[in-house]
């Protein structure tokens, strides 16, 4: 994983649980799969192209990561390394 590595944690409702940092994720089966980024800018372009396909992300912030420390400080997810939004979210955003 890049080091650092950039990920986007997302709005949640009620109050901020210093604890917790909710990252934008999808569910694969049993597996919460999180993009995580080389650099700023790629995590900014691909939420404004999730944008203009449809998809809605509750932007909270993007913060750098130890990429060599993400499965320790992240054991519930896995992650992918800068995909587009389409192959991250697939689907139809409108469904």
Same mark, same amino acid.
């Given at each position: 994983?890049?080091?650092?590595?950039?990920?986007?944690? /997302? #709005?949640?409702?009620?109050?901020?649980?210093?604890?917790?940092?909710?990252?934008?994720?999808?569910? !694969?089966?049993? /597996?919460?799969? !999180?993009? /995580? +980024?080389?650099?700023?800018?790629?995590?900014?372009?691909?939420?404004?192209?999730?944008?203009?396909?449809?998809?809605? /992300?509750?932007?909270?912030?993007?913060?750098? !990561?130890?990429?060599?420390?993400? !499965? #320790?400080?992240?054991?519930?997810?896995? +992650?992918?390394?800068?995909?587009?939004?389409?192959?991250?979210?697939?689907?139809?955003?409108?469904?």
């Amino acid at each position: 994983m890049p080091n650092p590595g950039f990920l986007i944690v /997302v #709005e949640q409702p009620g109050d901020r649980d210093p604890d917790r940092m909710p990252l934008l994720n999808r569910i !694969a089966g049993s /597996v919460r799969v !999180a993009p /995580v +980024f080389t650099s700023m800018q790629l995590a900014t372009t691909f939420l404004n192209q999730a944008q203009q396909l449809g998809y809605y /992300v509750k932007l909270d912030y993007i913060f750098p !990561a130890d990429g060599r420390r993400l !499965a #320790e400080d992240f054991p519930d997810y896995e +992650f992918r390394l800068d995909p587009s939004p389409r192959a991250f979210f697939g689907g139809d955003p409108g469904a």
